[in-house]
């Protein structure tokens, strides 16, 4: 053994007595075997035991150092709802700053429960559902770029996309505004274009990937040889010009699906046959879980430039469940929920070996069936709150919130870099096409002055741009539709001011009149944005007014 490795020994564990090339089993400390695993790797691979991340006498500098979870009292939980019993291993829940969906029991068919977020208290056995698969749902996926905007994936080997009223469901929804059909078997796995508005990625047991436009219900894409087994996961990259996918065959995928394309493949990620994981980082990096041939569950981080080898790997413990990772881009921090688990743990990801720092973990006394992870924009940054989990038990829903002490009220800026906003980067056209471009970003500045948390939807949207992206299937607005636009459009304008004019006003002239441009320049843009959606709307009408004419005429 090296004198290096010896004296790092010796700094972590000063009180026992090694030997050389031989230790006493009386003298070793009371050590878990991954743990011990973890230790004879570094010294296999030449590395110091002082260079590992649980070496004493020294702290890593991280502002999520001490990042906390801490459940929602009961009176904030949302009882009585009847969790899928699906066998299909999905999160079973979707939140958006504006809405809880939870994939539930259903007598026939397949539903899922749609509730505003700000709801707690008992859900009545009447409340209304989505219910309009003909067999159990697997995944449900809110449009990031329209919080209304929620996809259903089924066994009746269909996809379809809902549009859910502002304040919730007020009876039961069964009518569709789009049905895609493509796969031949079930499908599970949903999957929305990070920028590019109407794309979404489908995945289904029939092992191909589909690529859709669901402004015009059209199939762009499909990848049908890239996987020879079942498809266990899919991610989009940072903007949306890759996704990596792992299958049944354990192999690692980066493919283009514009291009169909196999771009890299790794082969056995983990070594163990139960279901894997896959998740693309901000910086192009792929954290995957999954299991070792000892089924003990693991965590891996690969580089898409080299994937000969893990850049990190970290064993967790002999569980059954699944590891389901959520990814913040904004914190670089992944949070690992497994189904059947009574812990949520979560680690930061930095490019300082070694690279994947365990933080803590949540524990419980109940399972967790499945979780919901909010994004970014509906937390509480009033509370330093980073992230909230919402946790499915057997009959309850619990939001679970983590967050960063801090003494000062004021708003923690490190704390909350822009994150991605609503206005999409691209259109599906521009997309298809092969353009590329990362999201779109907003501060949340603004929701520190914004109402209490019970109004949770503190960032308004822009106006809707379906209609630039519709095809032939879309129909001309009616006029109260257009009515209700331009009333959205004018309590747009009246609301987006009113968090710059609640900032202090101790700043002089001088930033008041830059609030003033700014809120000018905002005002400006959604005019614009609203001519596009005018101009747009007035070519599609005489477009179709001009096919209607030659119908009439005999012409078609």
Request: aromatic share 8%.
């Given at each position: 053994?090296?004198?290096?490795?010896?004296?790092?020994?010796?700094?972590?564990?000063?009180?026992?007595?090694?030997?050389?090339?031989?230790?006493?089993?009386?003298?070793?400390?009371?050590?878990?075997?991954?743990?011990?695993?973890t230790i004879?790797?570094?010294?296999?691979?030449?590395?110091?035991?002082?260079d590992?991340?649980?070496?004493?006498?020294?702290?890593?500098?991280?502002k999520?150092?001490?990042?906390?979870?801490?459940?929602w009292?009961?009176?904030?939980?949302?009882?009585?709802?009847?969790?899928?019993?699906?066998?299909?291993?999905t999160?079973?829940?979707?939140?958006?700053p504006k809405?809880?969906?939870?994939?539930?029991?259903?007598?026939?068919?397949?539903?899922f429960?749609?509730?505003?977020?700000n709801?707690?208290?008992?859900?009545?056995?009447?409340?209304?559902?989505?219910?309009?698969h003909?067999?159990?749902?697997l995944?449900?996926?809110?449009?990031?770029?329209?919080?209304?905007?929620?996809a259903?994936?089924s066994?009746?080997?269909?996809v379809k996309?809902?549009?859910?009223?502002?304040?919730?469901?007020?009876s039961p929804?069964?009518?569709?505004?789009?049905i895609?059909?493509?796969?031949?078997?079930?499908?599970?796995?949903?999957?929305?274009?990070?920028?590019?508005?109407?794309?979404?990625?489908?995945?289904?047991?029939?092992n191909?990937?589909?690529?859709?436009?669901?402004?015009?219900?059209?199939?762009?894409?499909?990848?049908?040889?890239a996987?020879?087994d079942?498809?266990?996961s899919?991610?989009?990259?940072?903007d949306?010009?890759?996704?990596?996918?792992?299958?049944?065959?354990k192999?690692?995928?980066?493919?283009?699906?514009?291009?169909?394309?196999?771009?890299?493949?790794?082969?056995?990620?983990h070594?163990?046959t139960?279901?894997?994981?896959?998740?693309?980082?901000?910086?192009?990096?792929?954290?995957?879980?999954?299991?070792s041939?000892?089924?003990?569950?693991?965590?891996a981080?690969?580089?898409?430039?080299?994937?000969?080898e893990?850049?990190?790997?970290?064993?967790?413990d002999?569980?059954?469940?699944?590891?389901?990772?959520?990814?913040?881009?904004?914190t670089?921090?992944?949070?690992?929920?497994?189904?059947?688990?009574?812990?949520i743990?979560?680690?930061?990801?930095?490019?300082?070996?070694?690279?994947?720092?365990?933080?803590?973990?949540?524990?419980?006394?109940?399972?967790?069936?499945?979780?919901?992870?909010?994004s970014?924009?509906?937390?509480?940054?009033?509370?330093c709150?980073?992230?909230?989990?919402?946790?499915?038990?057997?009959?309850?829903?619990?939001?679970?919130?983590?967050?960063?002490?801090?003494?000062?009220?004021?708003?923690?800026g490190?704390?909350?870099?822009?994150?991605?906003?609503l206005?999409?980067?691209l259109l599906?056209d521009e997309?298809?096409?092969?353009?590329?471009?990362?999201?779109?970003?907003?501060s949340?500045?603004?929701?520190?002055?914004?109402?209490p948390?019970?109004?949770?939807?503190?960032?308004?949207?822009?106006?809707?741009?379906?209609?630039?992206?519709?095809?032939?299937?879309?129909?001309?607005?009616?006029?109260?539709?257009?009515?209700?636009s331009?009333?959205?459009?004018?309590?747009?304008?009246?609301?987006?001011?009113?968090?710059?004019v609640?900032?202090?006003?101790?700043?002089?002239?001088?930033?008041?009149?830059?609030?003033?441009?700014?809120v000018?320049?905002?005002?400006?843009?959604?005019?614009?944005?609203?001519?596009?959606?005018?101009?747009?709307?007035?070519?599609?009408?005489?477009?179709?007014?001009?096919?209607?004419?030659?119908?009439?005429?005999?012409?078609?």
């Open positions: 053994m090296s004198g290096s490795v010896w004296d790092s020994t010796q700094s972590i564990y000063p009180k026992q007595s090694f030997v050389k090339g031989r230790t006493s089993s009386a003298s070793l400390p009371t050590t878990s075997p991954s743990a011990w695993r004879y790797r570094y010294i296999n691979t030449g590395h110091a035991l002082s590992m991340s649980f070496r004493r006498g020294v702290v890593r500098q991280s999520f150092r001490h990042v906390f979870a801490q459940a009292k009961a009176e904030h939980c949302i009882d009585d709802v009847r969790v899928s019993r699906v066998t299909w291993d999160q079973l829940c979707a939140v958006n809405f809880i969906a939870v994939i539930i029991e259903a007598g026939g068919g397949g539903s429960l749609v509730v505003p977020i709801k707690s208290g008992r859900i009545d056995q009447s409340c209304p559902t989505v219910c309009g003909a067999a159990p749902v995944d449900i996926q809110w449009s990031p770029h329209d919080d209304n905007i929620i259903s994936a066994e009746d080997c269909t996309v809902w549009q859910i009223p502002d304040g919730g469901l007020t929804m069964t009518e569709a505004i789009v895609l059909e493509g796969h031949s078997k079930r499908v599970g796995i949903l999957a929305w274009h990070p920028t590019a508005f109407n794309i979404l990625l489908t995945a289904g047991c029939d191909v990937i589909c690529v859709w436009n669901v402004g015009t219900g059209e199939l762009v894409y499909q990848l049908s040889d996987h020879p079942l498809i266990y899919v991610s989009w990259n940072k949306g010009s890759a996704i990596c996918t792992v299958c049944k065959d192999a690692l995928r980066v493919i283009d699906p514009r291009r169909g394309t196999v771009l890299k493949v790794k082969e056995k990620v070594d163990g139960r279901p894997m994981r896959a998740v693309f980082l901000s910086d192009g990096k792929i954290l995957t879980t999954g299991f041939r000892m089924s003990e569950r693991q965590l981080l690969w580089d898409t430039k080299d994937l000969s893990p850049m990190a790997v970290q064993e967790m002999t569980s059954n469940g699944v590891l389901l990772p959520f990814y913040d881009p904004d670089n921090m992944v949070y690992l929920c497994g189904k059947g688990d009574c812990t743990r979560y680690f930061e990801v930095t490019d300082e070996s070694p690279y994947v720092h365990f933080l803590s973990l949540y524990s419980s006394k109940e399972p967790q069936r499945g979780a919901g992870f909010l970014k924009r509906g937390v509480d940054v009033n509370k709150e980073i992230a909230r989990f919402y946790k499915l038990h057997e009959r309850k829903v619990e939001p679970i919130s983590m967050t960063v002490p801090r003494k000062s009220d004021l708003f923690q490190d704390l909350y870099p822009d994150t991605a906003g206005e999409p980067a599906a997309w298809i096409a092969g353009q590329d471009a990362p999201p779109l970003l907003v949340l500045s603004g929701g520190y002055s914004a109402p948390s019970k109004h949770r939807d503190t960032l308004r949207s822009k106006p809707k741009l379906v209609s630039q992206d519709s095809g032939s299937g879309a129909a001309p607005p009616s006029p109260g539709s257009a009515a209700a331009t009333a959205s459009a004018k309590e747009t304008e009246e609301e987006v001011p009113q968090p710059r609640a900032t202090r006003e101790t700043d002089g002239n001088t930033d008041r009149s830059k609030r003033e441009d700014d000018l320049n905002e005002l400006l843009a959604e005019m614009k944005a609203l001519r596009a959606v005018v101009l747009a709307q007035n070519q599609r009408i005489e477009l179709l007014e001009r096919q209607l004419a030659r119908i009439e005429d005999g012409d078609v």
